[in-house]
């Protein structure tokens, strides 16, 4: 099992709000990032360091943590967004990096 | 724009290695802070990181695959490349090459990522 846990999966109504979470205990220590894939396609970085959005990604995404979790937060959830949803951090000695299991999102 | 492509044979029998290829373009791969790692995903599953290799020649792996992982970088021929020895049917899997961005950042963060390229292992 991963050290980072994620629940395999969550649906929104279009335009409603989804919050995804990604809980373990380094990131106590280390930040999160977020990556969001669609199927057949490469895996694309939506939230790093925990709450910071890369250019040309949309405002509805939003990061956050507290504790030993990190939060991915989907605001007005659109048609396509619909795809799965991975946290990455360090693992606990700090010298690697491990994803979760991730979180399959489904807009209703 | 920096590009990334992996490259190299799809198909391998167990106990063989795997040798990968990533080809760098539209940018240097001699930056400083950065990275340049591995990622894959056996199919219907989930993703796992590999490991990375940095401009410094660092590198570092999962624990995991440690004992059978090697990742170098050729600055000259704007290529990094990932070994994996002694595979097995579990090594099946879409290999995805990665630029890892560290500046700034405690955790590093991939992008862009390269298209993947699909290893099966079979006898």
């Known amino acids: 099992s991963s050290e980072l846990t994620q629940d395999p999966a969550v649906s929104v109504a279009l335009g409603q709000t989804v919050r995804i979470t990604c809980q373990g205990d380094?990131?106590?220590?280390?930040?999160a990032t977020w990556y969001q894939q669609k199927p057949g396609q490469a895996p694309v970085v939506v939230i790093y360091?925990?709450?910071n959005r890369p250019s040309g990604i949309p405002d509805r995404f939003s990061g956050s943590s507290l504790g030993d979790t990190a939060s991915l937060t989907i605001t007005g959830a659109q048609a396509e967004d619909e795809a799965d949803f991975y946290c990455?951090?360090?693992?606990?000695?700090?010298?690697?990096?491990?994803f979760g299991g991730g979180t399959k999102v489904t807009v209703l | 724009q920096l590009q990334l492509q992996e490259s190299g044979p799809g198909l391998l029998k167990p106990s063989e290695t795997l040798s990968l290829t990533c080809t760098v373009s539209?940018?240097?791969?001699?930056?400083?802070?950065?990275?340049w790692g591995w990622v894959r995903q056996p199919p219907g599953k989930g993703l796992e990181w590999i490991g990375s290799?940095?401009?410094?020649?660092?590198?570092y792996s999962s624990p995991s695959l440690k004992s059978r992982v090697t990742i170098s970088v050729s600055t000259s021929k704007h290529q990094f490349s990932l070994k994996l020895s002694s595979v097995t049917a579990a090594d099946t899997a879409v290999y995805y090459c990665?630029?890892?961005?560290?500046?700034?950042?405690?955790?590093?963060?991939?992008?862009?990522w390269g298209q993947g390229t699909l290893v099966t292992v079979s006898s």
């Open positions: 990665v630029r890892e961005n560290n500046s700034g950042v405690v955790t590093p963060w991939f992008a862009p």
């Open positions: 290799v940095c401009y410094s020649g660092k590198t």
């Open positions: 990455n951090s360090r693992g606990s000695t700090g010298d690697y990096l491990v």
């Open positions: 360091g925990d709450n």
């Open positions: 539209g940018g240097s791969i001699s930056s400083g802070s950065d990275c």
């Open positions: 380094s990131l106590r220590r280390y930040s």
